[in-house]
């Protein structure tokens, strides 16, 4: 392969629902630029897209793959994305490597969740979209609907380049307004005939050019004061106009297409290579707020937007060159760690076939191998440069289960198969919960983590399973309250005596400092000596207070006495969670001459604040998620009702492109398998985002039940 400049690349991302036909037409598009020889068929399982054992059982996209084709003398770098909303991961690093996309749409369906969600995530990430109506040649299509389910869902930026003369079974010819040509389609190898519009279609295809002239006109003005004056363009100016109204995203050409028969496939790849934007004249942010620009001429820079493990290659990289050009055999760094990598190799990717090549230029995609140190969404560049490109931010997690190996002896494995997952998919987020003693996995849904229990369970032969994740609440008080404790162990020699008096009262940020406490009708005036202030790993405050006078405890025991109290407060005395958010004052005790020791009053102040605690009118607090969902409106109803069956509340609703959205603040107890319920109730239509907001007190009841089910729990240990 030649080494393909920056002005003859496009990097294109597909996208579209589920079935739409995005893997057959890269396989239609790489057949044109004879890459392959030969199409494949997700049906026979024989596609260059989707080539691993899971996307074959499932017959549908599940990884995002790295493709290329050649064409009109331009690279043309295609990324299949998954379309289920549970594998977004893939769409988003696409969108960091890709400058425009193709939208799919089934002719049978409509638009769809996919196209809905797809086309909400491109406008946020600034990608514009060509629009492909496929699958006309099926018995179901219909262009006429799909044409007004497009409209109704981007509204204004809809216009039709393309019409098909027949859909269904006659599905062979498309009418072309852009060039005022028929394209006809004698085989379903892509061979095409061009020949005038006849006479039955030419009012039709008039009528769209006139519409297609006027929205090339609106977004350039020297354009609109041309077509003012000559009230027509040339098909130059048509396609200067809509190169300027794609890539302000005011404009989504429509094209027809048949990808499985091969036809429309040339036509709409010339209008990607004419209209669409290559990476020449773009530009890159950098962590430190720089822009670099996509120039070939500039330092090295690579951005790793996605790593695999793979059988027979190892650790493979795949990359964007964002500056200057790569070669084979240069040394970069990454300045992240300061680790030098060698490029030993850079291939050109097509799925699973890679072509060797001997260097890559600004705006060009590829990999390389055993790479050391590299993971995805850093970068290397040339020494000296400390270029750090700003990561891909991906969807907060939106699917959360506990995990653990069947088998205890299999754990340590685990968790290494669980962080290689996360590192070749950062949707994935594995953590180890000290505080639940559960591994807790987050995705983006179920079917996302299932596929991971599938590559567990058939690659790397383990049984796991899945439960629900125990929740992290939080303990605190609501009043004063005082207690002491004695500790005292005699077994022979010398013994163990401590006695510890202390007082609790609720840390409130900004509250005043007190001295003056009423506890069991009782007046107490304390002599504060010090003051210790500590912000806990898990949130909320611990304010202590050395109140110690005439010498009844010995300074030197007041960091044993803390030692308890912080150990207390890490397994709280209600349910064995955090503590939070209270100030200990200390303010008497007793000591031994002989007996006394640190271990002695570390545990007689452990049992002096649990007893404290119990007393203080203890509450659990328990994490309160925002969550923001867009449904669809004939859909609102049942997603209300089922958020009030999850104690949730409303905090506001609005409108945005034909959805609603509500705002609601939810119990993060009560939102387990909410992605799934979410997604059943809507049709798969709607979406949401949750975040945790605060920690907030349980009713009376669900307290209780937390009380009981921990004194179950402690009886069964």
């Given at each position: 392969?030649?080494?393909y400049?920056t002005g003859h690349?496009?990097?294109?991302?597909?996208?579209?629902?589920s079935?739409?036909?995005?893997?057959?037409l890269?396989?239609a598009?790489m057949?044109?630029?004879?890459?392959?020889?030969r199409?494949?068929?997700v049906?026979?399982?024989?596609?260059?897209?989707?080539?691993?054992e899971i996307?074959?059982?499932n017959?549908?996209?599940?990884?995002?793959?790295?493709?290329?084709?050649?064409?009109?003398?331009?690279?043309?770098?295609?990324?299949d994305?998954p379309?289920?909303?549970?594998?977004?991961?893939?769409?988003?690093?696409?969108?960091k490597?890709?400058?425009?996309?193709?939208?799919?749409?089934?002719?049978?369906?409509?638009?769809?969740v996919?196209?809905?969600?797809?086309?909400r995530?491109?406008?946020?990430?600034?990608?514009?979209?060509?629009v492909?109506?496929?699958q006309l040649?099926?018995?179901?299509?219909?262009?006429?609907?799909t044409v007004d389910s497009?409209?109704?869902?981007?509204?204004?930026?809809?216009?039709?380049?393309?019409?098909?003369?027949?859909?269904?079974?006659?599905?062979?010819?498309f009418?072309?307004v852009l060039?005022?040509?028929?394209y006809?389609?004698?085989?379903?190898?892509?061979?095409r005939?061009?020949?005038?519009?006849?006479?039955?279609?030419?009012?039709?295809?008039?009528e769209?050019?006139?519409?297609l002239?006027?929205?090339?006109?609106?977004?350039?003005e020297?354009?609109?004061?041309?077509?003012?004056e000559e009230?027509?363009?040339?098909?130059?100016?048509m396609?200067?106009?809509?190169?300027?109204g794609?890539?302000?995203?005011?404009?989504m050409?429509?094209?027809c297409?048949?990808?499985?028969?091969?036809?429309?496939?040339?036509r709409?790849?010339?209008?990607?290579?004419?209209v669409?934007?290559?990476?020449?004249?773009d530009?890159?942010?950098?962590?430190?707020?720089?822009?670099i620009?996509?120039?070939?001429?500039?330092?090295?820079?690579?951005?790793?937007?996605k790593?695999a493990?793979?059988?027979?290659?190892?650790?493979?990289?795949?990359f964007?060159?964002?500056s200057?050009?790569?070669?084979?055999?240069?040394?970069l760094?990454?300045p992240?760690?300061?680790?030098?990598e060698?490029?030993s190799?850079?291939f050109?990717v097509?799925?699973?076939?890679?072509?060797?090549?001997?260097?890559?230029?600004?705006?060009d995609?590829?990999?390389?191998?055993?790479?050391?140190?590299?993971?995805?969404?850093?970068?290397?560049?040339v020494?000296?440069?400390?270029i750090?490109f700003?990561?891909?931010?991906?969807?907060?997690?939106?699917?959360?289960?506990?995990i653990?190996a069947?088998?205890?002896?299999?754990?340590?494995?685990?968790?290494?198969?669980?962080?290689?997952?996360a590192?070749e998919?950062?949707?994935?987020?594995?953590?180890?919960?000290?505080?639940?003693?559960?591994?807790?996995?987050?995705?983006?849904g179920?079917?996302?983590i299932?596929?991971l229990?599938?590559q567990?369970n058939?690659i790397?032969?383990?049984?796991?399973?899945?439960m629900?994740p125990r929740?992290?609440?939080r303990e605190?008080?609501?009043?004063?309250?005082?207690?002491?404790y004695r500790h005292?162990k005699?077994?022979?020699?010398?013994?163990?005596?401590?006695?510890?008096h202390?007082?609790?009262?609720p840390?409130?940020?900004?509250?005043?400092?007190?001295?003056?406490?009423k506890?069991?009708?009782?007046?107490?005036?304390?002599?504060?000596?010090?003051?210790?202030e500590?912000?806990?790993?898990w949130?909320?405050?611990?304010e202590?207070?050395?109140?110690?006078?005439g010498?009844?405890?010995?300074?030197r025991?007041m960091?044993?006495?803390?030692?308890?109290?912080?150990?207390?407060m890490?397994e709280g005395?209600?349910?064995?969670?955090?503590?939070?958010?209270?100030?200990?004052y200390?303010y008497?005790?007793?000591m031994?001459?002989?007996?006394?020791n640190?271990?002695?009053?570390?545990?007689?102040a452990r049992?002096?604040f649990k007893e404290a605690?119990?007393?203080?009118?203890?509450?659990?607090?328990?994490?309160i998620?925002?969550?923001?969902?867009?449904?669809p409106?004939?859909?609102?109803?049942d997603?209300?009702?089922?958020?009030?069956?999850?104690?949730?509340?409303?905090?506001?609703?609005s409108?945005?492109?034909?959805?609603e959205?509500l705002k609601?603040?939810?119990?993060?107890?009560?939102?387990y398998?909410y992605?799934?319920?979410l997604?059943?109730?809507?049709?798969?239509?709607?979406t949401?985002?949750?975040?945790?907001?605060?920690?907030?007190?349980?009713?009376?009841?669900v307290q209780?039940?937390?009380?009981?089910?921990?004194?179950?729990?402690?009886?069964?240990?």
């Open positions: 392969m030649k080494t400049q690349i496009r990097n294109v991302v597909l996208l579209g629902s079935k739409s036909g995005k893997t057959t890269s396989e598009m057949f044109e630029g004879k890459v392959i020889d199409r494949g068929t049906e026979a399982k024989n596609t260059v897209s989707d080539n691993t996307e074959q059982i017959q549908r996209s599940i990884y995002a793959t790295p493709l290329y084709t050649e064409f009109m003398d331009n690279k043309l770098n295609i990324i994305t379309g289920a909303d549970d594998f977004i991961g893939g769409v988003i690093s696409a969108f490597v890709c400058d425009s996309g193709i939208m799919l749409v089934n002719a049978q369906q409509g638009v769809e996919g196209t809905e969600l797809f086309g995530y491109a406008e946020e990430h600034k990608k514009p979209l060509v492909a109506i496929n040649d099926a018995d179901k299509a219909n262009w006429e609907t497009l409209k109704q869902a981007f509204g204004s930026k809809i216009v039709l380049v393309q019409f098909p003369v027949a859909t269904g079974a006659a599905f062979n010819s009418v072309d060039k005022m040509k028929m006809s389609f004698k085989d379903e190898n892509g061979t005939e061009e020949s005038d519009i006849p006479a039955d279609q030419m009012g039709q295809a008039e769209l050019q006139s519409a002239m006027e929205m090339a006109a609106e977004s350039d020297a354009l609109m004061e041309k077509y003012f009230g027509t363009l040339s098909h130059e100016d396609i200067k106009g809509l190169n300027a794609f890539l302000a995203g005011s404009i050409p429509v094209f297409l048949s990808a499985r028969k091969d036809i429309g496939v040339k709409l790849m010339e209008f990607v290579i004419n669409a934007p290559s990476p020449a004249g530009s890159e942010m950098t962590k430190d707020g720089r822009s620009p996509c120039d070939p001429d500039g330092p090295t820079a690579i951005f790793i937007y790593n493990l793979e059988q027979h290659l190892g650790d493979v990289s795949y964007k060159v964002m200057g050009k790569l070669t084979e055999g240069q040394d760094v990454n992240e760690n300061g680790n030098k060698r490029i190799q850079i050109a097509a799925g699973k076939k890679r072509e060797k090549v001997s260097e890559m230029v600004a705006g995609i590829g990999c390389t191998v055993k790479l050391k140190t590299v993971k995805s969404n850093q970068t290397l560049c020494a000296g440069q400390d750090v700003t990561p891909i931010e991906y969807p907060q997690p939106k699917f959360r289960t506990a653990k069947v088998d205890e002896k299999d754990e340590e494995k685990l968790g290494e198969i669980l962080n290689r997952a590192s998919d950062p949707t994935y987020i594995v953590q180890y919960a000290k505080e639940l003693k559960q591994t807790i996995l987050s995705g983006q179920e079917q996302h299932n596929i229990k599938w567990i058939n790397h032969k383990m049984e796991i399973e899945f629900p929740i992290s609440y605190t008080i609501t009043k004063v309250a005082a207690a002491n005292k005699q077994s022979g020699g010398a013994g163990q005596f401590g006695e510890v202390l007082l609790l009262e840390y409130v940020e900004g509250a005043p400092q007190n001295n003056k406490f506890v069991d009708g009782k007046e107490m005036v304390l002599t504060i000596k010090g003051k210790e500590y912000t806990m790993d949130g909320g405050k611990l202590f207070y050395n109140c110690i006078v010498g009844a405890i010995d300074a025991f960091p044993a006495i803390l030692k308890g109290i912080m150990e207390k890490e005395p209600l349910t064995g969670s955090y503590a939070r958010d209270i100030r200990v200390v008497d005790g007793k031994h001459p002989v007996d006394s640190e271990i002695s009053f570390k545990l007689a049992n002096a605690f119990r007393n203080a009118g203890p509450k659990i607090m328990e994490p998620c925002n969550i923001e969902i867009m449904v409106g004939e859909y609102m109803g997603v209300m009702s089922d958020l009030q069956g999850r104690r949730a509340m409303i905090e506001g609703m409108s945005v492109k034909g959805f959205v609601a603040r939810v119990p993060l107890a009560e939102l398998k992605s799934t319920t997604s059943s109730l809507t049709s798969g239509r709607a949401f985002t949750m975040e945790l907001a605060e920690y907030q007190q349980v009713p009376s009841d209780e039940k937390l009380l009981k089910a921990y004194q179950e729990e402690e009886k069964d240990e």
